[in-house]
């Protein structure tokens, strides 16, 4: 996983809570790192999960709510890091249906060892995006909190219905977006 993951990471930790706290949660951690990132490294994701396991033992919020709010926060960075990832999207499912072929094109530009998930979407009759996403590092988590800060990035009426699933390639997770009076929101955990 990229170290600007991690980095903003840190930095989200220190704004929402403290650098004491951010501290203490490396040190419970312990990562094989040794917790030293850099935004243009590589790292093991398990790293993240761990710190994020802490995090929660640490403040009492629970992993899923850091987990959500960490990906909404993380898509917001992006939107400021990489504006041109939003030139000529006018909305969430036009969005998520540019990833894999146009976000993630440049990403592989921009960092040619990165690990990237595969994201297939589908726009079906009902107004709905069926979105699949796959990855060995199973951050399904991560995938949901990102896809919420782009419903509040356009402040659109979606809610988002998730499932884990299995298939012989290995796991996967699938995500309906779907438009609602009120937004609804759910983690896995």
Same mark, same amino acid.
Do not use: W
């Given at each position: 996983?990229?170290?600007?993951?991690?980095?903003? !990471?840190? @930095?989200? %930790? *220190?704004? #929402?809570?403290?650098?004491? &706290?951010?501290?203490?949660?490396?040190?419970?951690?312990? /990562?094989?790192?040794?917790?030293?990132?850099?935004?243009?490294?590589?790292?093991?994701?398990?790293?993240?999960?761990?710190?994020?396991?802490?995090?929660?033992?640490?403040?009492?919020?629970?992993?899923?709510?850091?987990?959500?709010?960490?990906?909404?926060?993380?898509?917001?960075?992006?939107?400021?890091?990489?504006?041109?990832?939003?030139?000529?999207?006018?909305?969430?499912?036009? !969005?998520? @249906?540019? %990833? *894999?072929? #146009?976000?993630?094109?440049? &990403?592989?530009?921009?960092?040619?060892?990165?690990?990237? /998930?595969?994201?297939?979407?589908?726009?079906?009759?009902?107004?709905?995006?069926?979105?699949?996403?796959?990855?060995?590092?199973?951050?399904?988590?991560?995938?949901?909190?990102?896809?919420?800060?782009?419903?509040?990035?356009?402040?659109?009426?979606?809610?988002?219905?998730?499932?884990?699933?299995?298939?012989?390639?290995?796991?996967?997770?699938?995500?309906?977006?779907?438009?609602?009076?009120?937004?609804?929101?759910?983690?896995?955990?």
């Amino acid at each position: 996983m990229k170290g600007i993951i991690f980095t903003e !990471f840190f @930095e989200r %930790v *220190e704004n #929402v809570f403290s650098i004491d &706290v951010a501290e203490q949660m490396l040190e419970l951690a312990n /990562p094989a790192s040794g917790g030293i990132y850099t935004s243009v490294g590589n790292y093991d994701h398990r790293e993240l999960l761990l710190l994020v396991e802490q995090l929660s033992l640490i403040t009492g919020v629970p992993e899923c709510d850091l987990t959500m709010s960490f990906g909404e926060h993380l898509f917001f960075r992006f939107t400021q890091m990489y504006p041109g990832m939003l030139t000529g999207k006018t909305s969430v499912f036009a !969005f998520i @249906e540019s %990833v *894999e072929e #146009v976000i993630h094109v440049h &990403v592989r530009k921009l960092y040619p060892d990165a690990e990237l /998930p595969t994201i297939g979407t589908q726009r079906l009759d009902d107004g709905s995006l069926h979105v699949t996403y796959r990855s060995p590092r199973e951050l399904g988590d991560i995938a949901h909190s990102m896809m919420s800060g782009c419903i509040k990035h356009f402040d659109e009426a979606l809610a988002i219905e998730r499932m884990d699933l299995q298939d012989e390639s290995g796991p996967f997770v699938h995500f309906r977006i779907y438009p609602v009076d009120v937004r609804v929101e759910a983690c896995s955990k």
